[in-house]
């Protein structure tokens, strides 16, 4: 009796050895492996290849061009003014959404009232579709109908045509995604803020830190650093990657004038079918987000790192 | 004159009563040691004391001056945190200059690279810089100095964190179980460095802990703290010989002291399940007769019967666990370590309580002064 069980077990015991910890672990790193090479990698090195050739959609046959792509870019000045917008749309965007997100978070966080009403009302826009958004925007931006040029009007100030006007057109996306960026931002930092020890608060005070501006500088500020490189990084993508606002609202005009580079990649290779072209606009775009990804990471980690 | 003095400090979260009529006196340089169960109110009783917390009753005077109403940044004291709440972006020799730099710089001194600029600035930088490497010098911490809180062991981020708060020479020294992160040896080590530091600072100190051993070996007073009341205030052996309660003298000693339910008869003599204690009291009805382990010994002719459930052999001493052969009360006497072939489990025996060391409290836990009866008056009534 007690021998079948012993016997049993064993028996157990050996169905399943075989299945060893290193197979395990690869058997549990499987699905996210598949997935990681079937949507990034393969796209990756398919994008990588593609901008070697003269490919469009719907053309039959395509030839190997080698670098021309790349060539041809240097000299487009349709892909430079792109390049240009984007520089300065993110030099606007990042720095003041992230200055406003902190803000906020700080506001709310010393003001625990109506926490949860500030945090929900200014996540609102991330979790809302832009698209739809995209659409209040352009009735209240509308140059005569809208509420923005009406208040102005009532003040006596200049009421300018906000998304048709050449001028005006890209700051006013940018205003659009300050506006989207600050709530995401807010989330995160206050999610950062929540995680500084309350006791260092206490002992800033016990040490002299009187005023609320001495102990931002005391410990809010350098604990935050982690918080802030992770907010820097995504929010820098996050402007450069911008689409669905210029695509919904100013499809890249007037004249170029708010056209952003993810928008010309899209009209190049879903327009105009010059798939080899938009994919060699696409490395360009990656290898800069990469390489300004890298030197973001290496100046900021350098001064937050409490090892 | 007193350093720290706390008057009838109340406070209450929601309806959780942390503290409730609180007062405390420490003279200056005295160290005072406030022990208590978890959740008694210990921290909560720092934090106002150091102004962190506002209490809703009461007064906190520091060096005579009254500072109830006063914030931490504005009261002289210097609290160590349990968590020791160094900075973790900056180095030892920072964290230490932060509570010098915050009270002698003003503010656009310290703006970076232009305070340096201004006029002064200078000399008090270097009078701090002097100040930190003596007081790291008392700590042995100088080659630490440049390290961050992250590369610091735990043992070597709690002097910093001592360090940060003597460098600038409180009035008041508030210590939050400062020693409650460290491991045992460690412990037994700084124990006598905070003593000894405490002695070269001369500070008024209120030391908060929940291991009473470290309150008994290193204070001038121990506070006994329960519920959010202290029960005593007294030195290590007045606590320990003469509690003024049931619970101060069941929290301190171990093994904890022995309890027995007692009934008075007449002529005031208290008697335990028949036996006489030889204590008598004015009180009538149910008392508590309580006794420390060392002061039960096994008898041959009189006692209380118990059998032995368990022996425990320490070395110098040995714990006879047995229990009331009528009453079932669990009883420990502590023994001589050698005495140790003379019992086994299982054994009848009488252990005799040493009436002159025995306490009686009320039934509600306060202590009941007894006197001392004729010695044939404690022979045992029947059996
Ligand atoms: N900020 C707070 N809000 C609500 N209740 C609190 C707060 N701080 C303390 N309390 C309560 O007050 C009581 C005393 O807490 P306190 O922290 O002073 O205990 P303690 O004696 O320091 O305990 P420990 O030994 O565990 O540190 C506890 O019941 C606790 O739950
Ligand atoms: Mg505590």
């Given at each position: 009796?007690?021998?079948?069980?012993?016997?049993?077990?064993?028996?157990?015991?050996?169905?399943?050895?075989?299945?060893?910890?290193?197979?395990?672990?690869?058997?549990?790193?499987?699905?996210?492996?598949?997935?990681?090479?079937?949507?990034?990698?393969?796209?990756?090195?398919?994008?990588?290849?593609?901008?070697?050739?003269?490919?469009?959609?719907?053309?039959?046959?395509?030839?190997?061009?080698?670098?021309?792509?790349?060539?041809?870019?240097?000299?487009?000045?349709?892909?430079?003014?792109?390049?240009?917008?984007?520089?300065?749309?993110?030099?606007?965007?990042?720095?003041?959404?992230?200055?406003?997100?902190?803000?906020?978070?700080?506001?709310?966080?010393?003001?625990?009232?109506?926490?949860?009403?500030?945090?929900?009302?200014?996540?609102?826009?991330?979790?809302?579709?832009?698209?739809?958004?995209?659409?209040?925007?352009?009735?209240?931006?509308?140059?005569?109908?809208?509420?923005?040029?009406?208040?102005?009007?009532?003040?006596?100030?200049?009421?300018?045509?906000?998304?048709?006007?050449?001028?005006?057109?890209?700051?006013?996306?940018?205003?659009?995604?300050?506006?989207?960026?600050?709530?995401?931002?807010?989330?995160?930092?206050?999610?950062?803020?929540?995680?500084?020890?309350?006791?260092?608060?206490?002992?800033?005070?016990?040490?002299?830190?009187?005023?609320?501006?001495?102990?931002?500088?005391?410990?809010?500020?350098?604990?935050?650093?982690?918080?802030?490189?992770?907010?820097?990084?995504?929010?820098?993508?996050?402007?450069?990657?911008?689409?669905?606002?210029?695509?919904?609202?100013?499809?890249?005009?007037?004249?170029?004038?708010?056209?952003?580079?993810?928008?010309?990649?899209?009209?190049?290779?879903?327009?105009?079918?010059?798939?080899?072209?938009?994919?060699?606009?696409?490395?360009?775009?990656?290898?800069?987000?990469?390489?300004?990804?890298?030197?973001?990471?290496?100046?900021?980690?350098?001064?937050?790192?409490?090892? | 004159?007193?350093?720290?003095?706390?008057?009838?400090?109340?406070?209450?979260?929601?309806?959780?009563?942390?503290?409730?009529?609180?007062?405390?006196?420490?003279?200056?340089?005295?160290?005072?040691?406030?022990?208590?169960?978890?959740?008694?109110?210990?921290?909560?009783?720092?934090?106002?004391?150091?102004?962190?917390?506002?209490?809703?009753?009461?007064?906190?005077?520091?060096?005579?001056?009254?500072?109830?109403?006063?914030?931490?940044?504005?009261?002289?004291?210097?609290?160590?945190?349990?968590?020791?709440?160094?900075?973790?972006?900056?180095?030892?020799?920072?964290?230490?200059?932060?509570?010098?730099?915050?009270?002698?710089?003003?503010?656009?001194?310290?703006?970076?690279?232009?305070?340096?600029?201004?006029?002064?600035?200078?000399?008090?930088?270097?009078?701090?810089?002097?100040?930190?490497?003596?007081?790291?010098?008392?700590?042995?911490?100088?080659?630490?100095?440049?390290?961050?809180?992250?590369?610091?062991?735990?043992?070597?981020?709690?002097?910093?964190?001592?360090?940060?708060?003597?460098?600038?020479?409180?009035?008041?020294?508030?210590?939050?179980?400062?020693?409650?992160?460290?491991?045992?040896?460690?412990?037994?080590?700084?124990?006598?460095?905070?003593?000894?530091?405490?002695?070269?600072?001369?500070?008024?100190?209120?030391?908060?802990?929940?291991?009473?051993?470290?309150?008994?070996?290193?204070?001038?007073?121990?506070?006994?703290?329960?519920?959010?009341?202290?029960?005593?205030?007294?030195?290590?052996?007045?606590?320990?010989?003469?509690?003024?309660?049931?619970?101060?003298a069941a929290?301190?000693g171990s093994p904890s002291i022995n309890v027995f339910d007692a009934?008075?008869?007449?002529?005031?003599?208290?008697a335990v399940d028949g036996y006489a204690t030889g204590?008598?009291?004015?009180?009538?009805?149910?008392?508590v007769f309580a006794v420390r382990p060392e002061d039960l010994a096994p008898d041959q002719r009189v006692g209380m019967p118990a059998r032995v459930e368990h022996i425990e052999f320490l070395g110098e001493s040995l714990l006879l666990h047995a229990r009331h052969a009528r009453t079932g009360t669990a009883m420990i006497a502590r023994l001589d370590g050698r005495e140790r072939g003379a019992f086994a489990v299982g054994h009848d025996l009488l252990l005799r309580p040493d009436t002159?060391r025995a306490f009686?409290?009320?039934?509600?836990?306060?202590?009941?002064?007894?006197?001392?009866?004729?010695?044939?008056?404690a022979?045992p009534v029947h059996g």
């Amino acid at each position: 009796m007690a021998d079948a069980a012993i016997h049993r077990v064993a028996a157990t015991a050996a169905v399943r050895a075989p299945i060893g910890e290193a197979a395990a672990a690869w058997l549990l790193t499987a699905p996210a492996i598949v997935a990681f090479v079937l949507m990034l990698l393969v796209p990756t090195i398919a994008v990588c290849l593609l901008a070697l050739t003269d490919f469009e959609l719907g053309v039959p046959t395509f030839q190997f061009v080698g670098l021309d792509n790349f060539a041809e870019l240097m000299r487009d000045r349709n892909f430079a003014i792109p390049v240009r917008n984007t520089a300065f749309f993110v030099a606007l965007v990042a720095p003041l959404s992230i200055l406003m997100g902190l803000v906020l978070a700080l506001l709310i966080e010393a003001n625990p009232r109506g926490r949860t009403f500030f945090r929900a009302a200014f996540f609102l826009p991330v979790v809302s579709l832009m698209v739809a958004m995209a659409t209040a925007w352009q009735y209240l931006l509308h140059p005569t109908i809208g509420p923005v040029n009406a208040i102005l009007r009532d003040l006596g100030l200049a009421t300018p045509n906000w998304l048709g006007s050449s001028e005006w057109a890209l700051i006013s996306i940018g205003l659009i995604s300050i506006w989207e960026n600050a709530g995401f931002n807010m989330v995160l930092i206050m999610a950062g803020l929540t995680a500084i020890p309350r006791e260092l608060y206490a002992a800033a005070e016990i040490d002299g830190a009187r005023s609320a501006w001495a102990r931002l500088r005391l410990v809010t500020w350098p604990l935050l650093g982690p918080t802030m490189l992770f907010v820097v990084l995504i929010t820098t993508i996050r402007a450069i990657r911008t689409f669905d606002t210029v695509a919904a609202l100013t499809q890249g005009g007037p004249n170029k004038a708010s056209e952003l580079i993810v928008y010309t990649i899209y009209r190049e290779g879903f327009t105009y079918l010059r798939m080899g072209y938009a994919s060699a606009m696409t490395v360009v775009f990656l290898a800069v987000v990469l390489g300004l990804m890298a030197l973001q990471t290496r100046l900021i980690e350098r001064r937050t790192h409490y090892g | 004159m007193t350093g720290i003095s706390v008057e009838n400090i109340a406070k209450r979260f929601g309806d959780v009563a942390a503290l409730k009529g609180v007062a405390l006196d420490v003279a200056p340089g005295e160290f005072v040691s406030l022990v208590g169960p978890s959740g008694c109110g210990k921290t909560t009783l720092m934090r106002i004391i150091a102004g962190l917390e506002m209490p809703d009753a009461g007064t906190v005077r520091i060096a005579e001056r009254d500072v109830t109403g006063l914030r931490a940044a504005d009261r002289d004291v210097a609290m160590v945190f349990q968590s020791y709440a160094l900075y973790p972006h900056l180095t030892a020799r920072q964290n230490m200059a932060v509570p010098l730099v915050m009270r002698r710089l003003n503010g656009w001194q310290r703006i970076p690279f232009l305070g340096a600029r201004l006029p002064g600035t200078r000399n008090i930088v270097a009078n701090i810089a002097d100040e930190i490497l003596r007081t790291a010098q008392m700590l042995s911490i100088e080659a630490l100095l440049d390290r961050r809180p992250g590369q610091l062991s735990g043992g070597q981020r709690q002097r910093v964190a001592l360090g940060r708060a003597i460098v600038r020479r409180p009035k008041a020294f508030l210590l939050d179980e400062p020693l409650s992160n460290l491991d045992a040896s460690l412990r037994v080590q700084t124990r006598k460095e905070i003593v000894e530091l405490h002695r070269r600072v001369g500070a008024s100190t209120v030391y908060v802990t929940h291991d009473q051993t470290e309150a008994m070996t290193m204070s001038d007073r121990v506070a006994v703290m329960m519920a959010g009341e202290i029960l005593q205030i007294d030195p290590p052996e007045r606590i320990y010989g003469d509690p003024a309660d049931l619970r101060v003298a069941a929290f301190v000693g171990s093994p904890s002291i022995n309890v027995f339910d007692a009934s008075v008869e007449t002529g005031g003599r208290v008697a335990v399940d028949g036996y006489a204690t030889g204590l008598a009291t004015r009180a009538s009805g149910r008392v508590v007769f309580a006794v420390r382990p060392e002061d039960l010994a096994p008898d041959q002719r009189v006692g209380m019967p118990a059998r032995v459930e368990h022996i425990e052999f320490l070395g110098e001493s040995l714990l006879l666990h047995a229990r009331h052969a009528r009453t079932g009360t669990a009883m420990i006497a502590r023994l001589d370590g050698r005495e140790r072939g003379a019992f086994a489990v299982g054994h009848d025996l009488l252990l005799r309580p040493d009436t002159a060391r025995a306490f009686l409290f009320e039934s509600g836990g306060k202590r009941l002064r007894a006197e001392r009866m004729a010695q044939s008056a404690a022979e045992p009534v029947h059996g």
